[in-house]
């Protein structure tokens, strides 16, 4: 299946899932329960569902296939403030492409994710550090 970077971003920003909760507290005496439904919408609700549950990393993209995050390069507070995620994406006929979403991270607002969206490839880097003697 071929489809571009901008039909991707658009899917993504389409994505809509809800989650149902519910929890149980006493309140004078009385056992009380609060539900409702958490949704979660575009790439921020993706990645706010990666955060809750880290083991989950596949998510239906209607249209182009399957997203499964790859590598998270999210440094939070106190650790700068670029921030990208890795993520491959399998389509319906079994081919797989990679790309890079990148955002910030601000301490009062949490992570925005309107920086670039654009497909990437895997390469080796041999790099040199310098280690304290």
């Not at 901008?6 to 149980?24: H, K, T, V």
């Not at 549950?53 to 507070?77: A, L």
């Not at 491959?88 to 969206?117: C, H, M, P």
Request: aromatic letters at 16%.
């Amino acid at each position: 299946m071929t489809y571009s970077t901008d039909a991707l971003r658009w899917a993504i920003d389409e994505f809509d899932e809800s989650e149902p909760w519910s929890y149980e507290y006493t309140y004078g005496g009385e056992t009380r329960i609060r539900s409702g439904v958490d949704t979660f919408r575009g790439f921020s609700g993706i990645l706010e569902l990666h955060l809750n549950d880290e083991e989950r990393k596949k998510y239906d993209i209607p249209g182009i296939g399957t997203m499964k995050i790859v590598e998270d390069e999210r440094n939070g507070e106190g650790g700068g403030d670029y921030a990208a995620i890795i993520f491959e994406i399998v389509a319906e006929d079994g081919s797989t492409r990679l790309f890079k979403k990148e955002g910030y991270y601000a301490s009062y607002d949490g992570y925005t994710w309107d920086g670039d969206l654009y497909e990437v490839r895997p390469a080796s880097k041999l790099i040199t550090v310098y280690e304290r003697v």
